[in-house]
C-alpha cells in the first residue's frame, strides 16, 4: 500500500472515533459547550475515572480494603461522586428492605397454608369418626343409651361418695372440736362450769422455793415434803400427786402399798417382771379406765443413782412403779417425802443388771429380785380431768368422779356389828375382809402349810365352825373356793390348787387395803412355812400363834344407806 493510501485510512478512523465520541455520553455527563476534542476527552476520562471508583466502591472487596487504602478513596471524591455514593447506598437498602418483605410475606404464606391443611385434615378426621358413630348407632342402637347411662350412674356415684366425704369430715372434726371443748371446759350438774385439776391445783396452791410444798420444775407442777395436800380420789382409792406434767396429764400414786410381791426370779426389767403383770392385768380391773391414760415407763439400765437417765421408754402400760426420779423429786432434805416412811420397802421400777431398786425407808437401795416387797401403783390421769369438789387435803381430798351407791373396791360395808371392806367385786358377788384384825391369834396348823377346814386345830376349822357360828349374819355367806397352792415366784402360782368353804383369808394375789395391818397369816406359804403379810413377806412356822384377818364372800345386794366410807360404811338390803 502507498503511503497516501495510509494516511487516508488513518484519517478515516480518527474522524469515526471522533463521531463516536461525540456520539458518546457517559453516565452523568452534561452536555458540554466545548466541542473540542481535547474537551471531550478530557471529560471522558473523568468520568471514566469516577466510574472505576464506584464501582471500585461498590464492589465486595471494597469492605476488604485497608483502612488507609478506603479513607484516601473517600478522600479524593467529588461532592457529585459523594451524592451517587449515597444515592446507591438508598438503591442497595431499598433493595434489601423488599427483599426482606417478600420473605416476610412467603413466611405468612407458608404458615396460612400449613394451618388450612391441618384444618382440613382435622375436619377429614372428624367427618371419619361422627361416620363411624352413625354407623355404631345402626348397628346396636342400644350401645350409646347404655354408655350414657353408665356415664350416669359414675357421675352419681362419684357426686355421692363426695358428699359423703365431706359429711364425714365435717362430722369427724366437729365431733373431735366438741370434744376437746368439754375436756377443756367440763361442766357439772345443771350447766356450771368446773375447773381442771390441773388448774385448781396451780391457782389454789402457793409455789415455793424451798421447804415443803408445790414447786415449778422444768414446767410442772412436783409436790415435795411429807406434810403436803395433794390428795386425789379416784376409783374409790386415796391417791397422792405427783406431779403435772406439761401436756396437761397428772402422775398419781397409790397412797398405800397394794399389795407385797416378789420381782421375779430370771429377770430384773420392770417390764417383763411379774410385779407389772400383776399391775396391768389384774389391779387395773378395780380401775375406772375412763380417766386414765397410758404412763411412761423409763427402761435404762441404772448401776449408781447419780447416773440415772432415761433414754429408753415403754408407753404401752397403765400402771408402773415409781422411779428413781420420782421418789428424789419428791424428796425435802432430812423432811422426807409423802411417798413413803421409816420402815417402808417400797419396790421401783429402775433396775441394775442384777438387781432392782428399792425405797429402804427415806433412801435408795438396791434388792434381789426374789424378795417380796412392798408395791405402790403408780398412774397416770388423762388431759381435761374436771375437778368436782375438794381441797386436796386429807380430810377433803379432790374428787374427780361422781360419787354413786355402787358397790366398788375399797368401800367399806356394815355386818351385824363388824365392819368389812371390799377387796374384790364380780357380777353377783362381793369378796369381803375384815376392816381390822381379830382379837384372838391363833395357830395355822400343826404341820401343814396348806390351809384345810376339815383339820382340827387348824386356822381353817377355827374360822369355818367356832368363828362362823358367831356371826349374827352367818346365812348370808356363801361357800366359796380359796386359792391354797404355794408361792414361788409370780402371783399365778397360788391359784393351781384350791379348797371350798365359808370362810377363808387372803391369799398372795388379793389386793391388800389398810396397809397399817400387818403380819396376819395369808393362805399360802413355801417349804419353809406360811407367809405373813407386811411391808416384806415373811414366812412363819406354821405352829405359831399369828394374827388373823378373815375373808368371807356374800351375795351383792342394794345399798340401804351410808356412803361406803370408813366413818359411814354401806348397810345393805336384806
Known sequence: MSKNTENEEFFKDLDKTTDLLRSFKPRGYEDSKTESLDSLYKDYKKLTEEEEIMTRMTRRNFNELSKEEKKEILKNLTPEQKEMLRKRKQEKLASQNKKTDIKTIVKKIDTNLKKEKEAKV????????????????????????????????????????????????????????????KIYNPKGEGGKSLSLLTTSIAKNSTLVIEGEGLYMLNGEYVYKGKNVDNYV???NMLWRIIRTNQDGTIDL????????????????????????????????????????????????TVEEVKDFKCNTIDT?????????????????????????????????????????????????????????????????????VALLSGKGSLEDPYIIEKDNNDIQVGDYITLGEDK?????????????????????????????????????????????????????????????????????????????????????????????????????????????????????????????YRSIRPAIMIKKSKVASGNGSIDKPFILEG
Open 316 to 384: 404401752s402400760k397403765y400402771v408402773r412403779l415409781l422411779s428413781i426420779n420420782d421418789f428424789l423429786n419428791s424428796k425435802v432434805d432430812d423432811k422426807g417425802t409423802f411417798m413413803a416412811d421409816e420402815d417402808s420397802a417400797l419396790w421401783l421400777n429402775t433396775h441394775s443388771n442384777d438387781l432392782v431398786w428399792q425405797i429402804n425407808g427415806n433412801n435408795l437401795s438396791l434388792a434381789e429380785s426374789t424378795r417380796a416387797l412392798s408395791v405402790k401403783p403408780v398412774i397416770k390421769l388423762k388431759t381435761g
Open 420 to 544: 368389812w371392806v371390799v377387796y374384790e367385786v364380780s357380777k353377783k358377788n362381793i369378796k369381803l375382809t375384815t376392816a381390822d384384825l381379830l382379837d384372838k391369834t391363833y395357830r395355822f396348823d400343826l404341820n401343814s402349810t396348806v390351809y384345810n377346814p376339815e383339820t382340827v386345830n387348824s386356822i381353817g376349822y377355827y374360822l369355818n365352825n367356832t368363828y362362823y357360828n358367831s356371826l349374827s349374819y352367818k346365812d348370808k355367806l356363801i361357800e366359796s373356793e380359796w386359792y391354797v397352792s404355794n408361792y414361788k415366784t409370780s402371783y399365778k402360782d397360788v391359784e393351781t390348787d384350791k379348797v371350798k368353804a365359808k370362810v377363808g383369808l387372803l391369799n398372795v394375789s388379793d389386793l391388800k387395803l389398810n396397809s397399817k395391818l400387818s403380819d396376819y397369816f395369808l393362805l399360802n406359804g413355801n417349804d419353809t412355812g406360811v407367809y405373813l403379810y407386811g411391808n416384806e413377806l415373811i414366812t412363819s412356822k406354821v405352829a405359831i
Open 122 to 181: 382435622e375436619k377429614e378426621l372428624k367427618k371419619k369418626e361422627e361416620k363411624k358413630e352413625i354407623k355404631e348407632t345402626k348397628t346396636s342402637p342400644k350401645k350409646p343409651g347404655r354408655r350414657k347411662l353408665k356415664d350416669g350412674v359414675l357421675q352419681l356415684a362419684f357426686i355421692s361418695c363426695s358428699i359423703l366425704f365431706i359429711l364425714g369430715c365435717c362430722i369427724y372434726y366437729g365431733s373431735r372440736l366438741i370434744h376437746y371443748y
Open 253 to 300: 400414786v397409790l397412797a398405800e402399798p397394794i399389795n407385797s410381791l416378789m420381782w421375779n426370779d430370771k429377770v430384773t426389767e420392770y417390764t417383763k417382771s411379774d410385779i407389772n403383770d400383776y399391775l396391768n392385768n389384774k389391779f387395773v380391773k378395780s380401775l375406772n379406765k375412763d380417766l386414765l391414760d397410758k404412763t411412761v415407763i423409763c427402761k435404762d
Open 233 to 235: 380420789k379416784y376409783s
